[in-house]
């Protein structure tokens, strides 16, 4: 029987997938987004004198505003980094930046320090829905050198955003832009939170992930109970430790009940065993240093 080329026939070329067209235009909104948490994380120190003045806060209470927004932050980091796979990361980038609009307008009109306090939580919060999005998002538009420009200007805005936030935080204070004081530094904010928002909705593609196993809640309140939770992502210490391999157990427990099965020569059900009993893991790549997990961390896929 004659082949398909034999006939003339060319076979068609399988299916390339296609990158997202606009994926410069979300990729700078959602930088924007990261500019705006990594800039408020830094942007209310040069404001506390002012703050005290105007509500009267303690010291204790002014230091509650600066931690309570990096609390807040480590609490949500990593449930919102398997909520973003689980549900789209646009969804979750999305409702972060709204929430982000709001806490920041209801820090800008906060009355007393409890208030302020506590829209800082919610500010930190939302920041964390917002981030793991931003991370897994660039990962999956961008491919090749394409990824790499992405992230290297990814990399560089966070490497200065710190210090544009405290030199804005004490030029919006002294300037007394409308007479507003040290609520300017919040305020700023919500016009610029907003167009993302709008922006966002239109660039962003609607990329999810599944995720494998379920959400890991004890985990991620020993993160944020652990002192200096807000530095887990960068290492942290002990009990940061502690806290990922917990939000790593399910996935473990899940990967050596299916190495015996294939290390016996059996396929999981409904597949076809490897020839000879070969074991197989899916996610694992070889690396220069021997075989290594590919995406196989204590975070999720979103980071």
């Known amino acids: 029987m004659s082949s398909a080329t ?16 606009k994926r410069w235009a979300a990729a700078i909104v959602m930088i924007v987004a990261a500019l705006l948490d990594l800039i408020d ?12 003045r105007g509500l009267s806060a303690t010291a204790a209470q002014l230091e509650w505003t600066v931690s309570a927004y990096m609390l807040g932050f480590a609490s949500a980091l990593i449930a919102a980094g398997h909520l973003g796979d689980r549900f789209g990361r646009k969804r979750l980038f999305l409702a972060g930046v709204a929430a982000f609009t709001l ?41 090749g050198a394409e990824r790499g420009k992405v992230f290297a ?15 804005l935080g004490g030029v919006l204070t002294d300037w007394d832009v409308f007479g507003w004081g040290w609520r300017t530094v919040f305020a700023v904010n919500v016009p610029v939170a907003a167009l993302v928002l709008l922006l966002g909705a239109k ?34 210490g002990p009990l940061q430790r502690l806290a990922a391999v917990g939000l790593d157990l399910p996935r473990r427990r899940r990967a050596r009940s299916g190495r015996r099965g294939r290390l016996a020569g059996h396929a999981p059900r409904g597949s076809a065993a490897p020839a000879g009993g070969a074991l197989h893991e899916p996610g694992l ?12 961390r204590a975070w999720p896929d979103s980071f």
Do not use: H
């Open 285 to 296: 790549q070889r690396g220069p240093a021997g075989p290594v997990a590919a995406g196989r």
């Open 153 to 167: 200007v990814y990399g560089i805005t966070a490497g200065v955003a710190n210090a544009v936030g405290v030199l």
């Open 203 to 236: 660039w962003v593609p609607d990329l999810r992930k599944r995720a494998d196993g379920p959400l890991n809640a004890g985990g991620s309140l020993v993160l944020a109970a652990s002192p200096g939770g807000d530095r887990a992502a960068a290492g942290g």
């Open 6 to 21: 034999d006939r003339g026939v060319i076979p068609a070329a399988p299916a390339v997938p296609q990158p997202c067209p």
């Open 103 to 143: 806490a920041s307008l209801g820090s800008a009109v906060a009355t007393d320090p409890g208030q302020l306090i506590a829209t800082r939580a919610v500010q930190g919060v939302a920041a964390a829905i917002m981030l793991p999005q931003v991370l897994g998002s660039l990962r999956t538009m961008f491919d």
């Open 41 to 52: 994380a830094s942007i209310v120190n040069t404001a506390l004198p002012s703050i005290g």
